[in-house]
């Protein structure tokens, strides 16, 4: 999601360095995605009895790291492609036609893969559909992930860092199954991050790929967008890369 004026530096200096997104043009083809302006409301939920509930899409083989420091949206795509078909893609030339992809999708004078071509990449080859939506509560965009990874078995993407990264939900952990009831709670969140183990010296290490996050971990990192920086044509809330029906 980085901009292709990146230029590689030592490591420390990386971590601490601002990734920037590409601000993206008007849309001027079907191959965006049309992001929603935002989720349904959760705010309403029944009363409901039920036991606690897990389930996971990864299958061993699914993560693959980033193979550049500006390439997060090409492993991404690479692991959300990977749990959601039979044919493995793991390649630093699979990566890099994904990204480059992305990047063209993403309308950016920045040049870099940003969430709207991220989204539109997957709906052009056939995994979606999906769409970029922005929730106004951390809480309300982990349950709305969580009911539609139960709901389309597809991975959900996370828009991290203040649009600045992407990783992958890759399954949670609630106390209730959201097929049988609204009223649940996501107690976990399953993760993929294409930069382990780098993480950032500003916003954290990176988790393990797969690992289960408290809400209180990935709340360090996944964290609410401003959008003051750059128009992605949503509204100011926490960015994800939703599977619809």
């Not at 699914?62 to 044919?87: H, I, K, P």
């Amino acid at each position: 999601m980085h901009s292709s004026s990146w230029i590689l530096r030592p490591l420390a200096a990386l971590m601490t360095a601002a990734l920037v997104l590409g601000s993206p043009a008007p849309p001027t083809s079907a191959a965006v995605s049309a992001p929603t302006q935002s989720a349904p409301s959760t705010a309403a939920r029944p009363a409901a009895s039920g036991k606690p509930f897990a389930m996971s899409l990864y299958r061993k083989g699914d993560y693959v790291r980033q193979y550049t420091f500006e390439w997060c949206v090409g492993a991404s795509l690479q692991m959300m492609l990977n749990m959601t078909t039979d044919r493995s893609r793991t390649s630093r030339k699979s990566q890099r036609r994904l990204w480059e992809k992305a990047r063209d999708a993403s309308f950016s004078p920045y040049g870099g893969a940003n969430p709207r071509g991220w989204t539109a990449v997957l709906n052009d080859l056939g995994v979606g559909p999906y769409q970029l939506v922005s929730i106004p509560t951390f809480d309300e965009a982990l349950t709305v992930a969580a009911e539609h990874i139960r709901a389309t078995r597809r991975p959900v993407g996370l828009v991290m860092w203040e649009g600045r990264h992407a990783w992958v939900m890759s399954g949670f952990r609630s106390t209730r199954n959201p097929r049988n009831s609204d009223a649940f709670r996501v107690t976990g969140i399953r993760v993929l991050d294409p930069l382990y183990p780098y993480g950032s010296s500003t916003w954290g290490p990176s988790p393990k790929p797969h690992q289960m996050l408290s809400r209180r971990a990935l709340a360090r990192q996944f964290v609410f967008r401003d959008g003051s920086h750059q128009d992605l044509d949503v509204p100011p809330g926490f960015l994800i890369v939703l599977p619809v029906d």
